[in-house]
């Protein structure tokens, strides 16, 4: 398991896989290259993230282990988890790797920090994914309305557990509600609710670190007029994925994400839900692997 030093001496992990996974030299612009994942929860061992539906095969994927996640150490400090204090973790693994600008993909939470990363190191992204991303870092929320129409999707409302999940999601667009109204919502997180899916759901919180959680976003994390400057600035292409029936990051949202930067595009994926490269693995990895080329 390769690791590597943060800069207040926490020992953090990474994992490569890929096409080109014996060298992760280079610049990040033809297949093989480095693709330097950072993953949602927040503070989600990164091992949910796999092979991200075959783009493996396109390139090599560098996942990192957010502190106290995964294979990585907790820190001797809890308010080293908050969001943009690691931002200078994801730079410490590019200088262990010896790359120079980099392609960087961050999912849902993972969103927040791979911002914050392109704000603060502009000249060390190459490309920018940002896959059904969190927004709080550059300060957007997604209406109640917006969440109640992603849930609202045909191939949902037949379902047996539609009318308690839709319910709760209207407690918690209210806000009311709590912690178990909130495990009630979960089928609206992926395009279909299936074994699968259930699975995936229930080893998530088998992954993820709470404390870490907590602190991730907490008070003095985001910037959000500072970022959304920077990134107005940030030149390179970015792409935003989103999928039709997300209510974490409804398409509304991640439109209005994309539209911070001068060069951008969205995808929506029919039919998905907060992780599309498990509701279609062929369009996700033909889509991201595309623009990354």
Known sequence: MPTFSAPDGTLLAYHVSGSGSGSCSGSGSGSGDPLLCLPGGPLQDSAYLGDLGGLDAHRTLIRLDLRGTGASAVPEDPASYRCDRLVEDVEALRVHLGLGAVDVLGHSAGANLAALYTARYPERVSRLVLVTPGSAAVGLDAAGEERLAAARRPWREDEPWFPEAYAALEELTSGRGGPETFQAVAPFFHGTW????????????????????????????????????????????????????????????????????????????????????????????????????
């Open 194 to 293: 299936d074994e699968a899916a259930r699975e995936r759901h229930a080893e998530s919180h088998r992954q993820r670190n709470g404390e870490g959680a907590a602190v991730y976003g907490s008070e003095g994390a985001y910037d959000p007029a500072a970022t959304r400057a920077a990134l107005r600035e940030f030149g390179r292409p970015v792409l935003a994925v989103a999928g039709e029936g997300d209510v974490n990051s409804p398409v509304e949202t991640v439109t209005a994400y994309a539209d911070l930067f001068p060069e951008s595009r969205l995808w929506v994926l029919a039919g998905g839900g907060h992780f599309p490269w498990h509701d279609d693995a062929e369009w996700f990895t033909e889509k991201v692997a595309a623009f990354l080329r």
